[in-house]
Nanobody
Framework: QVQVVESGGGLVQAGGSLRLSCATS????????MGWYRQAPGKQRELVAR????????NYADSVKGRFAISRDNRNNTGYLQMHSLKPEDTAVYYC????????WGQGTQVTVSS
């Protein structure tokens, strides 16, 4: 059974930092590209950052470039999203997604940034 579990969200003041984790089991993690998405209330889910299978290639939404960093540890089947200089507009539920054609999603973790 495939499990994808996000953690690390919480309440933080503007300018603060958080690191999200995406722990996986039941799959060969290194076979899947990974992405972090977020969904704010009343808005569509959007791609924040993505990373290829090996971790060599990353892409970011313009809104988070220079502030967020995506990474992965294939030995420990875990992905990460390091977030710095957080803004109130970063408030959302953050989701981890594995794969492109066949996808696996976690349940999400809430990030709330207060002004």
């Amino acid at each position: 059974q495939v499990q994808v579990v996000e953690s690390g969200g919480g309440l933080v003041q503007a300018g603060g930092s958080l690191r999200l984790s995406c722990a996986t089991s039941g799959i060969i993690f290194s076979n899947y590209p990974m992405g972090w998405y977020r969904q704010a209330p009343g808005k569509q889910r959007e791609l924040v950052a993505r990373i290829d299978n090996s971790g060599d290639t990353t892409n970011y939404a313009d809104s988070v470039k220079g502030r967020f960093a995506i990474s992965r540890d294939n030995r420990n089947n875990t992905g990460y999203l390091q977030m710095h200089s957080l803004k109130p507009e970063d408030t959302a539920v953050y989701y981890c997604r594995l794969g492109i054609l066949t996808t696996y999603w976690g349940q999400g973790t809430q990030v709330t940034v207060s002004s």
